[in-house]
């Protein structure tokens, strides 16, 4: 799914709303200042999301001559190394 600009400020500004409305958090600064903040953040999110995929990808095209022969799939295979690479840099899918 691609996330527009669009989206994520409406999705973060439904959060932000939900926050502030339980009482969770009490903003010292204007919410747009908040919602820039939330929006840039997954949008680096979402920017290393696709650059370990790209990583993930080309470590799976490396070794598809080990792996042709076996019976592995190669999505199971790519999500698998997605996540060790996610494991080990800590980030959060």
Partial sequence: MRFTEDLVRRLCAAILARW???GLIRPKVSDDALLSRMTAEI???IQREAELDR???T???KHMGKIE???A???ILFQKIKERLAKERDIVL
Avoid: F, V
């Fill in 20 to 22: 502030k409305e339980k």
């Fill in 43 to 45: 949008h680096r999110d």
């Fill in 59 to 61: 470590l799976l095209t």
């Fill in 69 to 71: 022969g076996s019976q």
């Fill in 73 to 75: 799939n190669s999505r």
């Fill in 55 to 57: 990583e993930a990808e």
